[in-house]
């Protein structure tokens, strides 16, 4: 090989080396401060308060949905969340849609104690496609903070709480799937849940 082409070729390696880089590189969906980059669907309470992002239950004590203006495909999450109250009544949505209230997608439960945390559902569809064994269900800890991470991989979906695998399911219909990342407060009131470190990893 003459010089010529070996530095062709360095370069060339060079650059697909950078794009794998930057493929590989965490972004931050909150920044801390405001709610940029990020839609609320619904009369229920988003806000910033002390770094955190909050989600609080309104007056109408119905379904509110805060999702990121950009379309995630395949990705790892990291999210750390803490419930305030014992409703705890939550989810992370991936791949969604979202008309007035209604969404179309698939949700990694946040939820009460013994409550399926981690599992997923699909909402206005098949309901529940894989709950977390009964021995994972004491992993939450409730009223402290917990650490979230799902990855999503064409058809696959894996949870993890607090470092221990949850569930995996590999589904078809969810590899179909494109749309936001979007955090539920429940219906029925009571809720407070406090988000941190929202960071994702594209794949």
Do not use: C
Request: glycine share 12%.
């Amino acid at each position: 090989m003459n010089l010529k082409s070996f530095s062709a070729l360095l370069l060339f390696l060079v650059f697909f080396s950078s794009l794998s880089i930057t493929a590989q590189k965490k972004i931050s969906l909150f920044n801390g401060k405001d709610l940029s980059g990020w839609v609320a669907y619904g009369t229920e309470k988003w806000y910033v308060e002390d770094g955190y992002l909050i989600s609080e239950s309104g007056p109408d004590k119905e379904y509110g949905y805060l999702a990121t203006e950009k379309h995630y495909k395949n990705f790892e999450l990291t999210l750390q969340f803490k419930q305030e109250t014992d409703n705890g009544n939550s989810g992370v949505f991936i791949r969604s849609t979202i008309e007035g209230t209604k969404v179309s997608g698939w949700q990694v439960e946040v939820a009460p104690p013994n409550k399926h945390t981690g599992g997923i559902y699909e909402s206005y569809g098949r309901g529940w496609l894989i709950k977390p064994a009964p021995e994972k269900e004491s992993i939450l800890k409730s009223g402290k903070w917990n650490k979230l991470k799902i990855r999503a991989v064409d058809g696959k979906i894996t949870s993890w709480l607090n470092g221990v695998q949850m569930v995996t399911i590999d589904d078809k219909k969810i590899g179909e799937g494109n749309g936001s990342i979007a955090l539920q407060i429940h219906s029925g009131g009571g809720i407070l849940i406090k988000w941190r470190k929202l960071r994702l990893k594209k794949l």
